[in-house]
């Protein structure tokens, strides 16, 4: 079957750190750009951090830019969000997403059921 | 960074009836637009690519139009499970990729 699972939320301080995991099954990662996108319960979506197939570029929201470290380990089909200096406004439900290849298009065709991150005291 | 808007927030609909939603970009960006549905506790998940072009089973009943700025994602009749909250999303000027506030469909 062809899923994503992340795994890694909880709650965590201000100014502390979370590693998220995503597991991907049934497609090879190599294959795929990946992103992270994240959503307050109740509210939007917001994306947060790309990576290329390869894992030779990256891409981040601004407001997480110096904070959070995407990466991926092909050969475990994993993908990764390395999360520092954690600000309550980082709290919210963390998606995997893969982004389509081979179509001409660049759209989100594959989402997991997310990871919920909670900043608080 | 390209905004997204969508309207209206919330659009109370009865079962059987059409269901028209719009997004409204701040720049152009062709025709690089998704729609994604969204139900309580469960992910997105993508309904419409290319701004007209269903994904792979979305019903007939969904369909997208629009270019440029302008653009509609049209239920044309409602079934009960897609009651949901809906995004459309551009693809087309990145980073960031970006994403409208979203439309929540309800029954009337």
């Known amino acids: 079957e062809v899923q994503l699972v992340e795994s890694g939320g909880g709650l965590v301080q201000p100014g502390g750190s979370l590693r998220l995991s995503c597991a991907v099954s049934g497609f090879t990662l190599s294959s795929y750009w990946m992103h992270w996108v994240r959503q307050v319960p109740g509210k939007g979506l917001v994306w947060v951090s790309r990576?290329?197939?390869?894992?030779?570029?990256?891409s981040y929201a601004d407001s997480v830019k110096g904070r959070f470290t995407i990466s991926r380990d092909n050969a475990k089909n994993t993908l990764y969000l390395q999360m520092n200096s954690l600000r309550a406004e980082d709290t919210g439900v963390f998606y995997c997403?893969?982004?389509?290849?081979?179509?001409?298009?660049?759209?989100?065709?594959?989402w997991g059921r997310g990871t919920l991150v909670i900043v608080s005291s | 960074e390209t905004v997204m808007t969508q309207s209206p927030a919330t659009l109370s609909v009865s079962p059987g009836e059409r269901a028209t939603l719009s997004c409204r970009t701040s720049q152009s960006i062709s025709s690089s637009l998704a729609w994604y549905q969204q139900k309580p506790g469960q992910a997105p998940r993508l309904l419409i690519y290319g701004a007209s072009t269903r994904a792979t089973g979305i019903p007939a009943r969904f369909s997208g139009i629009g270019s440029g700025t302008e653009f509609t994602l049209t239920i044309s009749s409602l079934q009960s499970e897609d009651f949901a909250v809906y995004y459309c999303?551009?693809?087309?000027?990145?980073?960031?990729?970006?994403f409208g506030q979203g439309t929540k469909v309800d029954m009337k």
């Open positions: 990576m290329n197939s390869d894992g030779s570029s990256t």
């Open positions: 999303q551009q693809y087309d000027k990145w980073p960031p990729w970006t």
């Open positions: 997403v893969r982004e389509t290849t081979g179509t001409g298009e660049w759209y989100f065709d594959l």
